[in-house]
């Protein structure tokens, strides 16, 4: 059921996973520029939704002129649900789950199917995460889940694996964005002491920039989730990391169940401690000892 798809500078999504849109299914949308993918996710609902001023759907896009899409435009369309934490600090609890699951279940309004947004998914409790996991693997046929996380990373793997996992790119950059020397230092992370020749060099750690640095801990974070993912049978090939398939079933021998759960948490943690102005080259230095450490040594 995942499939990772990349969102463009437009936020509108690749025409492959559109039709899947219109139908029911629950999708995970992951980026760090919350407003502009809740945007995107707003127009996808249109689409969904609009009806067309004569009453005959548009057969690509929306009309921006029906009931439906007057009425999401405006954000008050009654079958496109928001449902976020209260305040900076709040978590999404069980509680907040039940509530979520009751307007689910309803028919939609006035629409042929209700859209629910969970904003800050990462926000979720594990009761609450827990509590989604079978609204998410079987939706009611008349309603389309949409999980918004900055990081897969934060989420449990079962909430991940059950959704259509949708990457979005941020408009001020391209795809691409410093990805070369990213995916190389994720690399030789994961290669040192394996591969010859894959150890990293001081000159290249010291070189990076701030940001560079987060995202080789993010990339890091997401391919230790991908590897969870790979022992447990839930995906064939790379989920949320970019790293070539070949590569992640070979670091998935490295490390056992236990391990790859605690890198995660590590990476996101020094990926915080680098974004509170950290020594880049010693975070580094401690993250390369920290797989290191816990890598098979059968």
Not at 96 to 120: H, T
Not at 137 to 145: C, H, I, K, N, Q
Not at 219 to 245: K, T
Not at 267 to 282: H, T
Request: glycine share 6%; aromatic share 6%.
């Amino acid at each position: 059921m995942n499939a990772a798809e990349k969102i463009g500078s437009s936020g509108i999504p690749a025409a492959e996973w559109l039709p899947a849109f219109n139908t029911s299914g629950s999708f995970l949308f992951v980026g760090e520029d919350t407003p502009r993918m809740a945007g995107a996710v707003n127009e996808l609902a249109m689409q969904a939704l609009c009806t067309g001023v004569s009453g005959e759907e548009p057969r690509s896009g929306y009309c921006g002129q029906c009931q439906n899409c007057r009425q999401g435009r405006a954000g008050q369309h009654p079958d496109i649900v928001w449902f976020e934490p209260k305040g900076v600090s709040s978590s999404i609890k069980i509680e907040d789950i039940r509530r979520l699951k009751e307007l689910v279940y309803l028919k939609p309004f006035q629409a042929r199917k209700k859209i629910v947004v969970i904003r800050d998914a990462e926000r979720m409790t594990s009761e609450a995460a827990n509590a989604l996991l079978k609204i998410l693997e079987e939706p009611p046929a008349d309603a389309v889940l949409v999980l918004l996380a900055q990081s897969a990373a934060q989420l449990l793997s079962t909430v991940v694996s059950r959704c259509q996992l949708i990457r979005f790119w941020e408009a001020a950059q391209p795809a691409d964005f410093h990805n070369e020397t990213v995916d190389t230092l994720v690399s030789r992370l994961m290669e040192a002491g394996v591969t010859p020749g894959m150890e990293r060099g001081a000159e290249e750690d010291a070189a990076l920039d701030r940001s560079a640095a987060e995202s080789v801990l993010q990339e890091l974070a997401c391919v230790f989730r991908d590897l969870m993912l790979l022992g447990q049978g839930v995906i064939q090939v790379a989920g949320m990391s970019r790293q070539p398939d070949i590569a992640l079933k070979r670091w998935a021998r490295m490390f056992d169940a236990a391990s790859l759960e605690r890198l995660v948490d590590e990476m996101l943690r020094m990926k915080g401690y680098v974004r509170g102005n950290a020594n880049i080259k010693l975070s580094l230095d401690l993250t390369a000892k920290t797989i290191a450490a816990h890598k098979n040594r059968s």
